[in-house]
């Protein structure tokens, strides 16, 4: 939905820029994206970024011009150990200094559940809701949380699984350095299997738990170690973050950033929404966690 992908004659995309998801102007933006490329690119899992569009008249938001990836959607659960690889191999790469991703998770969770109250939703979810936002007030942010390199729109929907078996994370616009256990949430909850039509899945606990001991076995020890104990309270607090960022989509993002967007992959995203915001739906996916 934030953009737009061209093929080139060269071989390579043009990955074409319609707007910022974590609130960035057209410049900085287009320059965070190049350095996660770049950054992302030793793990051997992520396109190699090949160059730049700036933005102008006629491409407001820029493009990254990045190496295509012959690849097919994903086919779960067949392909969660591939998946796992991947994420393995990106956060096995340097980190930079960042905030504690735990207060950072809550922050972003508090700036967006205002949208709560303003997306119609029914007494039942409502209750729901407000139940994780008084546990997120009350979370430990100790012990201090691994900080890696990580992907943080990591839902199956963004890779790409090569002629090998090879998994590929595609989108990296929201990478960053934080907290290696809310990607693995990210790839595994119920909002993320079902998010992408052609990676439709609902996931057994057995396939998850397989999917998080893969990640264990190809990660850094020492990454794996200081990660496990967040493994439980990052799911219930990406799933709150996903939540929360889907109430600001049903209040405000159909209308402002629906601007060339397939109607049937907006027709797509509400149904999902919907569904993710049915009290049953909402039972059972607390009922998981």
Same mark, same amino acid.
């Given at each position: 939905?934030?953009?737009?992908?061209?093929?080139?004659?060269?071989?390579?995309?043009?990955?074409?820029?319609?707007?910022?998801?974590?609130?960035?102007?057209?410049?900085?933006?287009?320059?965070?994206?190049?350095?996660?490329?770049?950054?992302?690119?030793?793990?051997?899992?992520?396109?190699?970024?090949?160059?730049?569009?700036?933005?102008?008249?006629?491409l407001p938001m820029g493009a990254l011009l990045v190496e295509e990836i012959n690849g097919r959607p994903p086919r779960l659960s067949q392909d969660f150990p591939a998946i796992a690889i991947a994420l393995a191999a990106i956060h096995a790469l340097p980190?930079?200094?960042?905030?504690?991703?735990?207060?950072?998770?809550?922050?972003?969770?508090?700036?967006?559940?205002?949208?709560?109250?303003?997306?119609?939703?029914?007494?039942?979810?409502?209750?729901?809701?407000?139940?994780?936002l008084e546990w997120v007030r009350i979370l430990p942010t100790t012990p201090a949380p691994p900080i890696t390199l990580v992907?943080?729109?990591?839902?199956?929907?963004?890779?790409?699984?090569?002629?090998?078996?090879?998994?590929?994370?595609?989108?990296?616009?929201?990478?960053?350095?934080?907290?290696?256990?809310?990607?693995?949430?990210?790839?595994?909850?119920?909002?993320?299997?079902?998010?992408?039509?052609?990676?439709?899945?609902?996931?057994? #606990? +057995?396939?998850?738990?397989?999917?998080?001991? %893969?990640? !264990?076995?190809? &990660?850094?020890?020492? =990454?794996?170690? /200081? @990660?496990?104990?967040?493994?439980? #309270? +990052?799911?219930?607090?990406?799933?709150?973050? %996903?939540? !929360?960022?889907? &109430?600001?989509?049903? =209040?405000?993002? /159909? @209308?402002?950033?629906?601007?060339?967007?397939?109607?049937?992959?907006?027709?797509?995203?509400?149904?999902?929404?919907?569904?993710?915001?049915?009290?049953?739906?909402?039972?059972?996916?607390?009922?998981?966690?």
């Open positions: 939905m934030a953009h737009a992908h061209f093929r080139l004659p060269s071989g390579a995309l043009a990955r074409g820029l319609r707007w910022s998801q974590i609130g960035l102007d057209a410049s900085a933006n287009l320059a965070h994206q190049a350095t996660a490329f770049t950054r992302a690119a030793p793990s051997g899992h992520t396109p190699n970024l090949l160059g730049t569009l700036e933005p102008g008249p006629d980190s930079e200094p960042a905030p504690n991703p735990i207060t950072s998770t809550v922050q972003v969770i508090e700036r967006q559940a205002p949208y709560f109250a303003k997306a119609n939703l029914s007494p039942e979810t409502l209750a729901h809701l407000e139940a994780e992907g943080t729109d990591t839902h199956p929907g963004n890779f790409l699984i090569d002629t090998e078996g090879k998994a590929w994370f595609v989108d990296l616009e929201k990478a960053t350095d934080g907290l290696p256990a809310i990607d693995l949430a990210h790839a595994t909850l119920y909002t993320s299997t079902t998010w992408d039509p052609d990676v439709a899945a609902v996931l057994s #606990p +057995a396939e998850t738990a397989s999917f998080y001991e %893969t990640w !264990s076995q190809n &990660a850094p020890p020492a =990454v794996v170690e /200081s @990660t496990r104990p967040w493994f439980t #309270p +990052a799911r219930r607090l990406t799933w709150l973050r %996903t939540l !929360s960022w889907m &109430a600001r989509w049903k =209040v405000e993002g /159909s @209308t402002t950033h629906s601007a060339g967007v397939d109607p049937r992959t907006l027709t797509h995203v509400q149904a999902r929404i919907a569904d993710f915001f049915d009290p049953d739906t909402i039972a059972r996916v607390r009922a998981t966690l």
